[in-house]
Each structure stands twice: as C-alpha cells, then as structure tokens.
C-alpha cells in the first residue's frame, strides 16, 4: 500500500522554468492537498481539492495551478518559477467521509529555484 | 497572519523527560486539534487529536491537553526517547472548506540518550 507518492523527489530548476509536482493516491480519498513548508514556518495550504474537476486556493495560491482530472492525481504547477518558490512541497489526502479524517502526506518535493 | 502560534521552537530533553510543547489560537470557530510528527525527509504524520468538547487525550506516552477559555492546547510526551527526536506540530481546522489545516510554526525535540 503506496498511500501518498510524490515526484519527483528533488528538482532544481531556473527563475522562469515552469514544472509540475504530481501527487498520486491510492486509498480513493476524495479530498486532496498541497502544502509548502519553510523554516519557521509550518506547512501552508497553497491549493486544495474536494473530488475530481474541482479545485480551490488556500492560503498562499500565488504562481501556482492545480489540476485534478484524475480522482487519484493531484498536480501543482508553477509556471514560471522564482526564487521565492524555493521550499518543500507536501501532498496530502483525506476521505473526506463522515467522521474528521485525517490527512495522509507523502514524503515531499524538495524544490529549489536558482 | 499566524493564526496558530506555537512555543518552543526547540527543545532538548534527556531520555525519560517529559517535553512539552505549546499552542494557541485565535480563531473559535476551530473544532479539530490535531497533533503530527515529522521525521526527516519525511512527511507529517498524524500522531494524535483532540476535539473542543474533551480537556485531555491520551495514547500511550501522548498526551493532548485542552484549555478552551483558554484557546490553548499542548503535548505532553511521558518517559520520552531517543527515537522521539522528531519535529511535532500543531494544526486546527473548522468545519467546511474540505477540513484545511492551519498549522503552527513547529517545534524540534531532541531527546538526548
């Protein structure tokens, strides 16, 4: 049971390149998440989804996109990155279903803006 | 804004203390306390949770306290070890807009062997 799998693990890219962070869940939860996390700053929820074709801004949604057009894969986009992107990306998922569930993470993606 | 704060940054306890970590909020509309743990390269992890209608939680050497009036809420890790050195931290949500989570700021705990 893979539960949450980001890709890539590590990328280093240049100001203005574009890429996109896939997320993949296989426990057919509905709700899905990306954070960012920095130093001294926790985790901020960047986008979110509630079920497949929808998708909402969180806290910091600025030069990013999001696409969820699988109920499995969850996809962030930057496309034209900067300096200030620089951070750990984390994916969850909840089911979303009845009781609070909680979120389950994937290990993350370690980006760096040059 | 910052909406759950979170106390110390960093903590260094020997084996078998009991290390405390510290948050409050502002925002009551939060219903939902939870507590995870992240171990380097890794992901948080649900360690524990705790809804506004209980004052304490316990499982096994993790213990969530609630003070409501208050709006603060802490962990207590009982007869702590090495294998605990981990960053914990705090989060909340609320009802609707799929349970997001606001998370403090973190803390790292060592415990020294």
């Known amino acids: 049971n893979a539960g949450v799998t980001q890709t890539p693990k590590f990328r280093v890219l240049k100001t203005g390149q574009s890429m996109t962070l896939l997320c993949a869940q296989d426990?057919?939860?509905?709700?899905m998440y990306w954070y960012r996390q920095d130093p001294g700053m926790g985790l901020r929820l960047i986008h979110y989804s509630v079920g497949e074709g929808t998708t909402a801004k969180g806290e910091v949604p600025d030069g990013y996109n999001v696409s969820r057009l699988k109920k499995q894969n969850f996809l962030l986009g930057l496309e034209s990155a900067a300096p200030s992107q620089t951070s750990v990306y984390f994916c969850?998922?909840?089911?979303?279903?009845?009781?609070?569930?909680?979120?389950?993470f994937g290990d993350g993606t370690r980006l760096s803006i040059l | 804004q910052q909406q759950v704060k979170q106390s110390p940054q960093s903590l260094i306890v020997q084996k078998g203390g009991i290390p405390i970590i510290n948050c409050a909020y502002e925002n009551t509309a939060f219903d939902y306390f939870p507590w995870y743990q992240q171990f380097p390269g890794k992901g948080p992890a649900l360690l524990i949770a705790?809804?506004?209608?209980?004052s304490e939680k316990k499982e096994g050497r993790f213990t969530i306290s609630f003070n409501k009036s208050a709006k603060q809420f802490s962990l207590h890790i009982m007869d702590s070890q090495p294998g605990d050195s981990a960053t914990y931290f705090c989060a909340a949500s609320t009802r609707g807009s799929a349970r997001q989570l606001t998370f403090g700021s973190g803390t790292q705990l060592t415990v020294l062997p």
């Open positions: 705790i809804r506004p209608d209980v």
């Open positions: 969850a998922s909840s089911s979303g279903q009845g009781a609070i569930q909680p979120q389950h």
């Open positions: 426990m057919n939860h509905e709700y």
